[in-house]
Structures are given as structure tokens and as C-alpha cells.
């Protein structure tokens, strides 16, 4: 089982992107999922989150401008990111307990 995220690219700031993170193996409806984000030299920090009851919770540092969401018809789950700044440039991943870590994708905010 690994978890792809996906819809990375280059925006410019106070643009939008919206990131998919799919699976196979896992029902995203029954696990919590969490999106990460790793900048250059840093950590990687758990930035959004929802649970398999569909409660969610974000970091202060993109609460208001970041949602996560999920369809459990297409057993994704999504971040929507509005308002993006520059500082929000990372590598994002998404993952869920006991499924490690997939590929990330790349977002790149231009000032």
C-alpha cells in the first residue's frame, strides 16, 4: 500500500492549488488521513487532518486557507489551498497511520 499524492506546480502567490492524495489497499473512509509538507532543510510537519468521522484539523500556519476534504466514492482525499504564500513552497505528502510514506509532489509559490 503507498499513497500518491498529486497536483503539485508552480502558482504564483495569494494563488490556488488543490492536491489529490489517492491509494490502493486502503479505504480512506475508515483511517485517518493526514497532509504533510516538508521546505528545504526543515522537518516535515503534519499541516491538515481528518479523521475516519470526517472531523478535520490544520496547523495555524494555513488555518483559513487550507481545507482538506475527502469522497469516499473515489476514495480520495484532497487539500484545497487558497491564499498560498511563498512560505507554503514544500515537498507535500500525504499519509495515514501504520501506511508510511508515498510520494510527494511539489509545490513551488512565487512571490
Known amino acids: 500500500v503507498q499513497l500518491q499524492a498529486s497536483g503539485g506546480g508552480l502558482v504564483q502567490a495569494g494563488g490556488s492549488l488543490t492536491l489529490s492524495c489517492a491509494a490502493s489497499?486502503?479505504?480512506?473512509?475508515?483511517?485517518?488521513v493526514g497532509w504533510y509538507r516538508q521546505a528545504p532543510g526543515k522537518q516535515r510537519d503534519l499541516i491538515a487532518a481528518i479523521t475516519k468521522g470526517g472531523s478535520t484539523n490544520y496547523a495555524n500556519s494555513v488555518k483559513g486557507r487550507f481545507t482538506i476534504s475527502r469522497d469516499n466514492a473515489k476514495n480520495t482525499v484532497y487539500l484545497q489551498m487558497n491564499s498560498l504564500k511563498p512560505e507554503d513552497t514544500a515537498v507535500y505528502y500525504c499519509s495515514s497511520p501504520g501506511y508510511g510514506w508515498g510520494k510527494g509532489t511539489l509545490v513551488t509559490v512565487s512571490s
Open positions: 489497499g486502503i479505504t480512506f473512509s475508515i483511517n485517518p
